[in-house]
C-alpha cells in the first residue's frame, strides 16, 4: 500500500496535507535524487493546468528538484499528454505534471512521467515515498541545479497535427470544442484552426477557480447541447489537463470512450495496423461493447482502472490501441499516455476519411445499461471488512449470472465508492446499485 501516491500520482485538497507547499518541495527534492541516480540528462520538465494553486506548487517543485541538483525547465499550462511527449523530446530524466485532472479547482495533484514518457511503476513510487520519508537526498551547496523556462505549446500542436491524416485537412467541419477552462484553452483551438475547422469555442476562459466548473469531459451534456444549438458536425470535450476525451455525435448523442476505441479499433484492422487484433480496456468498459468487439473479431483484455495500467497491459500483450470508458485513449503508435487531442485527431480524420457522421460510425456498437453509483465515505474500509456489503454483493452477483457485470471498488483519488452495475434491465440494476450503496455507508459507518 502507497502511502502518498494513489491511481495518477499525489492527489488532494489543495493546500491541506499531504498536498502543502513543504510536501511538494520535498516530494521534487526525492523524485529528482532518485531520477538523477538512474540517468545522466539531469533535467526535469514541468507542465501544470490552470488551477490557482498550480503556481504554489510549480515553485515549491522548482525549488526541491534544483536542491537535489537537477535542472528544472518549466513549460507552464499545457495537457499532461504533452508533458509525456517532451519528456522524451527534450531528453529529460522525468516530466512532472501539477494537476487534479477532472477535479475541482480546490484539489490538485502531482504525477509523473519516466524518461520513456511513461507513468511510474508502482515500485518507482514506493521508493520516491521511502526517500521523502527519510529525508533524501542529502543536500550539496556545490551542486544546484538550474530553473529555466522553454516554450512548450507550439512543440506539442505540431507533434499533435503529425498524426492527423497526412491528405486530408477539417475545412468543412463544424466542431464545438469544450477545453473544460483547463490546460488545452490554448493547444486544442491552435492545432484545430490550423488544419481547418470551423470552431464554436467554451470554457476557454480559465481564471484558476473555473476549471472543469460545471464544463468539460465530466459534464459532457453541455457540449451536446451546443452541438445541436449550432448545427455542428461533432462536439468535442478535454477534461482539465486534457488527457482525456468525450465526444458528442451530430444528434447530440454522447459518445463514450468505448465506441472511440471500438471505431478507431475497426479502422485500424482493416488497414492492418491494429497489433494483433486486440485492444486493452478496463474492468469498467460495458459487456456490450466487449461483445460488439469480438463480433467484429477483435479481442479485449480487461486491465485495472488507470490509464496507466491500460498502458502496462498493452505493453504486455504487444497491443497499440487501449483506453478507458472515461475518455482516456491510449494510441501508443504516438503516445506513451491517454491524450485528448491526439484522440480526437483520430476521430476527426475517420469522419473526413470515411464520409460519415459519428452516429453512422458508432450505429454497429450495441451497450448494455450501465448504472454507475459513486458514494461519498467518510474513510475507505477495506470490502473485506464489510461482511454484510460483501455478502450483498455476492448474492447480486448470483443473481445477474452471465448476463450482466457488479463492480464494486474505491476511488483511487477520491473518498468515494465506485458501485457499477451492468445488465438487460436498467431498473433491477439500479436497484442493486442502491441497495449496495445503502448497506456498505451504513457499515462503513458502523467502524468509527
Given at each position: 500500500m502507497r502511502k502518498y501516491f494513489g491511481t495518477d500520482g499525489v492527489r488532494g485538497r489543495a493546500n491541506i496535507e499531504p498536498l502543502t507547499a513543504d510536501f511538494a518541495l520535498k516530494l521534487g527534492r526525492a523524485a529528482a535524487g532518485l531520477f538523477k541516480n538512474n540517468d545522466t540528462h539531469r533535467k526535469i520538465i514541468i507542465g501544470k493546468d490552470t488551477r490557482l494553486s498550480c503556481y504554489m506548487f510549480e515553485n515549491a517543485l522548482v525549488s526541491g528538484i534544483c536542491s537535489a541538483g537537477i535542472d528544472a525547465v518549466m513549460v507552464g499550462v499545457i495537457?499532461?499528454?504533452?508533458?509525456a511527449?517532451?519528456?522524451?523530446?527534450i531528453r529529460a530524466d522525468a516530466g512532472v505534471v501539477i494537476s487534479a485532472s477532472h477535479n475541482p479547482y480546490y484539489d490538485n495533484g502531482i504525477k509523473f512521467f519516466n524518461a520513456n514518457g511513461y507513468k511510474l511503476a508502482d515500485i518507482t513510487e514506493h521508493e520516491i515515498e521511502r526517500m521523502i520519508d527519510n529525508n533524501e537526498p542529502a543536500l550539496d551547496p556545490y551542486s544546484i541545479g538550474k530553473a529555466y523556462r522553454i516554450e512548450g505549446i507550439g512543440r506539442y500542436v505540431e507533434f499533435v497535427k503529425n498524426t492527423f491524416p497526412k491528405n486530408i485537412d477539417l475545412k468543412g467541419l463544424k466542431i464545438v470544442v469544450d477545453?473544460?477552462?483547463?490546460?488545452s484553452y490554448k493547444a486544442a483551438p491552435l492545432a484545430l484552426r490550423e488544419l481547418g475547422a470551423e470552431l464554436i469555442l467554451t470554457n476557454v476562459e480559465p481564471n484558476g477557480t473555473n476549471i472543469n466548473d460545471n464544463c468539460g469531459a465530466v459534464y459532457p451534456e453541455n457540449m451536446a447541447k451546443a452541438v445541436l444549438e449550432h448545427g455542428a458536425d461533432v462536439g468535442i470535450s478535454f477534461d482539465g489537463d486534457a488527457d482525456r476525451v468525450v465526444f458528442s455525435?451530430?444528434?447530440?448523442?454522447?459518445?463514450?470512450?468505448?465506441?472511440?476505441?471500438?471505431?478507431?479499433?475497426?479502422?485500424?484492422?482493416?488497414?492492418?495496423?491494429?497489433k494483433n487484433n486486440t485492444i486493452v480496456a478496463t474492468v469498467m468498459s460495458n459487456l456490450g461493447f466487449e461483445y460488439s468487439m469480438n463480433k467484429k473479431g477483435i479481442k479485449l483484455i480487461r486491465s485495472q482502472v488507470g490509464d496507466r495500467y491500460v498502458m502496462e497491459d498493452m505493453?504486455?500483450?504487444?497491443?497499440n490501441l487501449g483506453g478507458e470508458q472515461s475518455g482516456h485513449l491510449i494510441f501508443s503508435d504516438f503516445n506513451t499516455t491517454g491524450d485528448g487531442l491526439i484522440s480526437a485527431m483520430q476521430v476527426l480524420g475517420l469522419l473526413i476519411k470515411k464520409g460519415k457522421s459519428l452516429s453512422e460510425l458508432c450505429s454497429f456498437i450495441e451497450t448494455y445499461p450501465q448504472v454507475l453509483n459513486n458514494v461519498l465515505v467518510d474513510k475507505k474500509v477495506s470490502l473485506d471488512e464489510l461482511s454484510n456489503t460483501s455478502a450483498l454483493i455476492l448474492k447480486i452477483e448470483k443473481e445477474l449470472g452471465t448476463s450482466g457485470r457488479l463492480l464494486v471498488r474505491y476511488s483511487g483519488t477520491e473518498n468515494k465508492l465506485r458501485i457499477?452495475?451492468?445488465?438487460?434491465?436498467?431498473?433491477?440494476?439500479?436497484?442493486?446499485?442502491?441497495?449496495?450503496?445503502e448497506m456498505a455507508v451504513n457499515e462503513i459507518q458502523g467502524k468509527k
Open positions: 495537457p499532461t499528454p504533452a508533458i511527449f517532451l519528456t522524451k523530446s477545453c473544460a477552462n483547463g490546460a455525435d451530430e444528434k447530440g448523442n454522447i459518445v463514450d470512450g468505448d465506441k472511440i476505441m471500438g471505431i478507431c479499433a475497426i479502422d485500424m484492422m482493416e488497414q492492418g495496423t491494429l505493453l504486455k500483450y504487444n497491443c457499477m452495475l451492468e445488465g438487460k434491465d436498467e431498473k433491477i440494476i439500479t436497484a442493486y446499485a442502491e441497495e449496495i450503496a
